[in-house]
Each structure stands twice: as C-alpha cells, then as structure tokens.
C-alpha cells in the first residue's frame, strides 16, 4: 500500500475516533437542559465527561495536524475555504472548555447559569458544523485549477450540507443520552433512556436520507456496506436502549458514528477533496500529498506514539469507569 493511502486511513482513523468520542461529549453538554431538573443533576451530568472531555478534543489536533504535514494542498484549501464554519467551531471548543474550567469558581446561580448556557452553545456549535463541513467535503466544493476554493459560506449552507449538519445533531444528542443513561443512576438514568430511544429514531430517518443521497451521488460499494452497517448499528442500539441493556446501547450508537464517519472518507477516496468545477481539478491522496521521506518520518513517528496515546486514554476511562449519582456529588458549594 502506498503511503499516501496510509496516511488518508490513519486520518480517518483519527476522525472516527474523534467523532465517536467528543460526540457523546458534545451530546451530554446539549442535553444540560432537557435531562436535569435542578443543580445537582447538571453537576451529575458534566461529571460523567469531565475526566475525559480534554483527552478526547486531542483526537481532533492530531487529525489536523496529520492533515496539515500528510496533505498541505488538502490542508490550505479546506482552512482558507472552510475558514468562517472552522472558526466559529474553534470559538465554540474554547467557550467550552471555558466553560467546564469556570463553572465551579463561584457559588452564585448567575454565574453558573452563564456558564452551562455557554457550554450547551459550545456544543451545539460544532455539532452541526463539522456535519456541514464533512457533507460539503464528501458532495464536493467549487475549486479552480490553482487549488483554490472559489465559493463562499452561502455555498456551503446547500440542502445536502444543512442535512449533514441535522444528522450530526440528532447523532450526537443521541449517543450524549446513551452516555448518561451509562455512566449514572436513579431518575437521570431513566430520563436519560427515554430520551436517548426518541432521538435514535430521529437520527436514523435523517441519516438514512442523508446517507443514501450521499451514496447515491460519490458512493462505492464500500461505502454501501458501511452505511448500511451504521443504519443496522443504530437501530440495534435503540433497541437495546429500549431493553434496559445500557452498554450494548451505546455500543450501538459507538459504532454507528465511526461506520457513518468511515463511509464518508470510502465515498471519497481516492479525492480527499473533490471539485465541482471540474473533475480534473480534485485535490486527492496524490497531488495533495507531502513529499515520501515526509511520510516515511511521520510514519514512524506515529507508529511509537499512537500505542501510547491509547494506552493513556483507555487507563483514563478505566479508571473513571463506574456510574455517577446525585449522592456522589459533594454538598461544598464550590465542589464540582
């Protein structure tokens, strides 16, 4: 295999992880405000990602970074055209973060107030936008023969990008609600399942229109088969959702996001970014690519410290690994 197609799966990869992992992330700080009923609750419920959200944001900069070194023609021309929806979706990380470090610095209802509703804003933000981004990449954006992007935001706000960004949405909250319902216990559990089956049912109609038109229009047979292992997955985790088995539920939704997300980079390759203009203008794994001896060294970098990497994160989620209740949370008013 060459080692630009390496490089386009380890990308991938990177993308699946982040999507799988920040996606219930994003999900739990949406849903503050649907699933809690007082205080408590909320702390409950940024608990249950507050060992873990930072760790799963690395997967993001490792894939912009492998993105930048692998790819600098793919990487210039998505930051310059995509630079307005990929700022708005850094404001809305760094709110966020902002967010989980100042909520519990002082005791006032105002103050928390404040900061849950920017971290319900700083999830929702990105959670639409990186489903517009990757529709957009996937579909295709107008690029001239300079590899430049000659359109502008509206050309991004098309049916099939707005789409993209409502499956984002609805998978998210989904897998945010199967994480709560995991990771807690008494009423929020509860509320947590019911919620988590009504909005399963929402994602998979709008992914399965979603998915279909987009592998109606730059699918492959790869393609084919893991979207339509996603749909199978989803509906296999609302069902047991609806079962009570907690863990086999978002398992479901686990393996939806990375079959969704692993069909889009099949549906593309082997552009990494296709041109509307005209064909012979797409930027793919191989006139977007870095130099070999670039690639050889990024290899082997990544071949010593991506094990220790995962080693990190999953001793992380072991160690915070058992489920979270309003008796767990400390009475001191500044505690977290």
Avoid at 6 to 30: P, S
Avoid at 63 to 80: D, I, V
Avoid at 183 to 207: C, Q, S
Wanted: hydrophobic content about 55%; overall charge neutral.
């Amino acid at each position: 295999m060459e080692l630009t197609t390496v490089w386009f799966t380890l990308i991938a990869v990177l993308w699946i992880g982040y999507f799988t992992l920040e996606g219930f992330d994003f999900g739990v700080g949406m849903l503050l405000p649907f699933l809690a009923r007082d205080d408590t609750e909320r702390r409950v419920m940024i608990n249950t990602i507050g060992p873990v959200w930072d760790g799963n944001e690395v997967w993001v900069l490792v894939a912009g970074g492998a993105t930048f070194a692998a790819f600098p023609e793919w990487y210039a021309t998505l930051f310059s055209g995509f630079y307005l929806p990929l700022l708005l979706i850094l404001v809305g990380l760094i709110v966020r973060g902002l967010a989980f470090e100042y909520r519990h610095q002082r005791p006032e209802a105002r103050w928390q107030s404040g900061w849950d509703t920017a971290l319900i804003v700083g999830s929702f933000v990105p959670a639409v936008l990186w489903g517009v981004a990757f529709a957009n990449i996937v579909r295709g954006v107008p690029i001239d023969a300079d590899k430049e992007f000659t359109g502008t935001l509206l050309t991004l706000l098309n049916p099939h990008g707005l789409l993209g960004g409502l499956v984002t949405l609805t998978l998210f909250l989904t897998h945010g609600a199967m994480f709560v319902a995991l990771k807690t216990d008494g009423e929020i559990r509860h509320r947590a399942r019911a919620l988590a089956i009504r909005l399963g049912l929402v994602a998979a109609a709008l992914a399965v229109v979603f998915l279909g038109w987009t592998q109606a229009e730059t699918g492959s047979l790869g393609s084919a088969v893991a979207f339509s292992l996603a749909a199978l997955a989803l509906l296999a985790g609302v069902a047991a959702a609806s079962c009570g088995r907690e863990g086999w539920a978002f398992t479901g939704t686990f393996a939806t996001i990375g079959l969704a997300v692993g069909g889009l980079f099949l549906a593309l390759f082997p552009d990494v970014m296709p041109s509307t203009t005209d064909a012979a203008f797409s930027l793919t794994t191989t006139n977007a690519a870095a130099t070999a001896y670039t690639l050889k060294i990024m290899t082997w970098v990544a071949v010593i410290f991506t094990p220790v990497v995962l080693g990190y994160q999953a001793w992380s989620y072991w160690v915070f690994r058992k489920r979270i209740s309003v008796h767990h949370i400390p009475t001191a008013e500044l505690a977290h």
